[in-house]
């Protein structure tokens, strides 16, 4: 479990079961179509071996592919995609207890956290997914990551 601050509001996100886990990521790659050409810079961001500039400059590829994605997709299944990114997050309330984020009733308003949220998401759901695919080392060349 992973927790994050963004703009004073705690997110915590929990590992997903293996089969909602395949499905999002499946959904995920079919969106990202349009954003292979921000691959490299996105991969530099993975792992353990990272810089703080891998870093920055990998969460810059996701916000350049996420905008690419905007731009070609299909408007509501895009609106579903990222409002299913976001749901498996949880956010502590008031009381302190943890619930699955409501786009809606937890995004309206703060437009400005969406985009921190979903990057923490995918980050926690699937940065070891990548590390652990068989060609990991495979990709990585040809994405220009040494």
Do not use: C
């Given at each position: 479990?992973?927790?994050?601050?963004?703009?004073?509001?705690?997110?915590?996100?929990e590992p997903m079961l293996a089969?909602?886990?395949l499905v999002l990521q499946a959904r995920l790659f079919k969106a990202l179509g349009p954003a292979v050409a921000h691959f490299?810079?996105?991969m530099k961001g993975l792992g353990k071996d990272k810089t703080e500039a891998d870093e920055a400059k990998?969460?810059?590829?996701?916000?350049?592919?996420?905008?690419?994605?905007?731009?070609?997709?299909?408007?509501?299944?895009i609106a579903k995609l990222?409002?299913?990114i976001a749901e498996v997050a949880q956010i502590r309330r008031e009381s302190g207890d943890?619930?699955?984020?409501?786009?809606?009733?937890?995004?309206?308003g703060k437009a400005k956290d969406l985009f921190p949220l979903l990057l923490f998401v995918?980050?926690?759901?699937?940065?070891?997914?990548?590390?652990?695919?068989?060609?990991f080392g495979?990709?990585?060349?040809?994405?220009?990551?040494?």
């Open positions: 479990m992973a927790e994050k601050k963004i703009n004073g509001r705690t997110f915590r996100v089969t909602d886990a490299g810079d996105l990998s969460n810059a590829a996701a916000l350049a592919s996420l905008a690419s994605i905007f731009s070609q997709g299909e408007p509501e299944q990222i409002k299913d943890y619930d699955h984020v409501d786009l809606d009733g937890d995004m309206t995918l980050k926690e759901q699937f940065t070891d997914f990548f590390q652990g695919l068989p060609g495979n990709l990585k060349k040809v994405a220009g990551v040494s």
